[in-house]
């Protein structure tokens, strides 16, 4: 369960467990760790806590952002897990860059994650991949300028690219981002299933990326179908993207419309 409820301002001190061993104010930071409760010696089960597929409790801190806590575990023998893997192969900057908690990322950069800004999972999937994949450009920019400069291009397993995860995520700004720091050619690069960013982008009703894919190289994407017959119009169409459907029409793809799942 990643849906602990850990308190954005917990510092060390208040996590000081009661004295006496009666219950602490702190029993819910207890149980979000799978601790029954804040007595004694619930510090130590805390951090060597696992909540599901192979998640630390300071992988989930660092999943929901909490610098505070993660600092807190470390501190209190935890400092092995910023590089813990979970069952998929994600670290905790991995989680971090996920969720787009840029502090975090920088927490564990310099608490010893500094290689995994560029450590790829079990899909070949990397942190700038993630990050793109969600929108977080301010992410996206710090890894570039932290050793992940690179990585702009790199393609999982399957073959998407940071750009296509950009564009299915409908960020335009990550996408001009990323086009503008080594990743230009990825606007027609396709997966190995056929998928482009502009099948992506129309499929998810993305219009502003569809435009902007349209105007910086992959004008041709409107009528490319992927290794299904698929097109942008058909997808669009079955998906009850409107205003993709429309402007699929404008720029000459009227044709397309008798290909449509609906």
């Not at 209190?76 to 991995?94: E, I, K, L, S, Y």
Request: hydrophobic letters at 40%; glycine letters at 10%; charged letters at 15%.
């Amino acid at each position: 369960d990643l849906a602990c409820d850990w308190s954005s301002d917990v510092c060390s001190s208040d996590l000081e467990p009661a004295v006496g061993g009666g219950p602490s104010p702190h029993s819910h930071l207890a149980r979000s760790c799978g601790v029954s409760w804040a007595g004694p010696g619930w510090e130590a089960a805390a951090v060597a806590a696992r909540v599901g597929n192979g998640h630390t409790a300071l992988w989930v801190a660092c999943w929901q952002g909490k610098v505070p806590f993660c600092q807190w575990l470390y501190v209190h023998g935890a400092a092995v897990d910023v590089r813990a893997v979970n069952d998929d192969g994600w670290t905790p900057m991995f989680a971090a860059c996920e969720q787009g908690h840029l502090a975090m990322c920088q927490w564990l950069f310099v608490h010893g994650e500094a290689e995994d800004v560029r450590t790829a999972d079990s899909l070949d999937r990397t942190p700038m991949f993630v990050a793109c994949g969600g929108g977080h450009l301010a992410v996206c920019q710090w890894l570039f300028e932290h050793g992940a400069a690179e990585q702009v291009q790199t393609a999982s397993k399957h073959g998407w690219t940071p750009m296509l995860a950009a564009c299915r995520h409908g960020d335009l700004a990550v996408c001009h981002w990323l086009f503008e720091h080594g990743a230009a050619e990825d606007v027609r690069k396709a997966t190995r299933w056929g998928s482009t960013p502009m099948r992506t982008a129309c499929a998810g009703g993305h219009l502003a990326v569809c435009q902007w894919l349209f105007e910086h190289g992959a004008a041709e994407g409107v009528r490319t179908a992927d290794n299904r017959g698929d097109t942008p119009m058909s997808l669009a169409c079955s998906s009850r993207k409107l205003p993709v459907c429309q402007w699929l029409i404008a720029v000459g793809e009227p044709a397309e419309i008798g290909r449509a799942h609906v």
